[in-house]
């Protein structure tokens, strides 16, 4: 059992074992137990996992804390913080693709189930990647951290600009060089038709596999921000891993919440520009300052008070609406 301790990622074998053996279970008592059947996420369902998803999440931390010590966690529970409030972004626009294709409320848990699975695997071999670069150029930090500042005043620029889905050049691209189906056909991601041309039955997707493929695509452009940013907090690819994919599990599970309440948060996107800008700005701050980093609880307090705040003035500013 000696390959068990074998440094992996500068972590031993046991340790990445343990936690995707956590999260497998996890998606495996989700698919079988609490979405046995396919129907229609309550409000109250979707509260009572979040709070299952986030308890997990903090109790990991704690574990992390006793095997770790205390800087870990503090950079675990502050990448965690980060990468769950950048994902909201990412909820926004994966109700947006469900409402374009009228997925039904019953089917959406399985499109977002599914990419979960995509998820896991993108986000560790961005993550992989990443870890590799700036293991071996540690200027690859600057890099990512002028990318967030970038990023940050992009979307404090475009926050108030509304995309229009119907133009996406990867839906065009399926619907004129794939075969889609205009319906739904139940829970079904693919079905086998006949081609009107041929004659000869085939493969087609359904709206439900598209907005599947959008949804991963839409992952996967959100992590180009998400991956830098929790690399500028911590260089170690498991805090980074473990706190991105607890995040998005958490997020996934409140979506059904959030979905209904996104015009209550039309002004979060500002504190998330801000996030970023400051998340990108603290290495450059710590050089300044002469200091190798800015401490973590530094980082995880301006975090909590940058998101309180676009929390708070979106929910009094939309109050009368």
């Given at each position: 059992?000696?390959?068990?301790?074998?440094?992996?990622?500068?972590?031993?074998?046991w340790?990445?074992?343990?936690?995707?053996?956590?999260?497998?279970?996890?998606?495996?008592?989700?698919?079988?137990?609490?979405?046995r059947?396919?129907?229609?996420v309550?409000?109250?369902?979707?509260?009572?996992?979040?709070?299952?998803?986030?308890?997990?999440?903090?109790?990991?931390?704690?574990?992390?804390?006793?095997?770790?010590?205390?800087?870990?966690?503090?950079?675990?529970?502050?990448?965690?913080?980060?990468?769950?409030?950048l994902?909201?972004?990412?909820?926004f626009?994966?109700?947006?693709?469900?409402?374009?294709?009228?997925?039904?409320?019953?089917?959406?848990?399985?499109?977002?189930?599914?990419?979960?699975?995509?998820?896991?695997?993108?986000?560790?071999?961005?993550?992989?990647?990443?870890?590799?670069?700036?293991?071996?150029?540690?200027?690859?930090?600057?890099?990512?951290?002028?990318?967030?500042?970038?990023?940050?005043?992009?979307?404090?620029?475009?926050?108030?600009?509304?995309?229009?889905?119907?133009?996406?050049?990867?839906l065009?691209f399926?619907?004129?060089?794939?075969?889609v189906?205009?319906k739904?056909?139940?829970?079904?991601?693919w079905?086998?038709?006949?081609?009107?041309?041929?004659?000869?039955?085939?493969w087609?997707?359904?709206?439900l596999?598209?907005?599947?493929?959008?949804?991963?695509v839409?992952?996967?452009?959100?992590?180009?921000?998400?991956?830098?940013?929790?690399?500028?907090?911590?260089?170690?690819?498991?805090?980074?891993?473990?706190?991105?994919?607890?995040?998005?599990?958490?997020?996934?599970?409140?979506?059904?919440?959030?979905?209904?309440?996104?015009?209550?948060?039309?002004?979060?996107?500002?504190?998330?520009?801000?996030?970023?800008?400051?998340i990108?700005?603290?290495?450059?701050?710590?050089?300044?300052?002469?200091?190798?980093?800015?401490?973590?609880?530094?980082?995880?307090?301006?975090?909590?008070?940058?998101?309180?705040?676009?929390?708070?003035?979106?929910?009094?500013?939309?109050k009368?609406?």
């Amino acid at each position: 059992m000696d390959w068990l301790f074998e440094v992996w990622l500068t972590k031993p074998l046991w340790m990445w074992l343990v936690f995707l053996g956590l999260v497998l279970t996890l998606l495996v008592l989700d698919l079988t137990v609490l979405h046995r059947k396919q129907h229609a996420v309550s409000m109250k369902e979707s509260l009572l996992t979040t709070a299952g998803y986030c308890s997990l999440a903090l109790l990991f931390g704690g574990w992390v804390w006793w095997e770790m010590g205390t800087t870990k966690a503090l950079e675990y529970y502050t990448g965690y913080v980060v990468e769950f409030s950048l994902a909201m972004d990412n909820v926004f626009v994966i109700a947006m693709i469900l409402g374009f294709f009228k997925i039904p409320a019953q089917y959406q848990h399985r499109v977002l189930f599914w990419g979960i699975l995509g998820v896991i695997v993108l986000r560790g071999i961005m993550i992989g990647v990443g870890a590799a670069l700036v293991a071996e150029f540690h200027w690859v930090l600057y890099l990512f951290a002028g990318f967030l500042v970038i990023s940050g005043v992009k979307m404090l620029l475009l926050a108030d600009h509304e995309s229009d889905l119907g133009n996406n050049p990867l839906l065009k691209f399926l619907r004129k060089h794939g075969r889609v189906t205009e319906k739904l056909h139940g829970k079904k991601f693919w079905v086998r038709l006949k081609d009107s041309n041929t004659g000869h039955y085939a493969w087609y997707m359904t709206p439900l596999m598209v907005a599947l493929i959008l949804v991963e695509v839409a992952d996967v452009v959100f992590a180009v921000d998400s991956v830098p940013a929790i690399f500028a907090i911590t260089t170690d690819p498991y805090i980074v891993y473990t706190s991105n994919i607890f995040a998005i599990l958490g997020l996934r599970a409140l979506y059904f919440t959030l979905a209904g309440l996104i015009e209550r948060f039309k002004y979060l996107k500002y504190a998330l520009a801000i996030l970023l800008i400051f998340i990108g700005s603290k290495i450059f701050v710590a050089d300044l300052l002469g200091l190798e980093k800015i401490p973590p609880s530094i980082g995880l307090s301006v975090t909590f008070a940058i998101l309180a705040s676009g929390v708070i003035y979106s929910l009094i500013k939309t109050k009368k609406a």
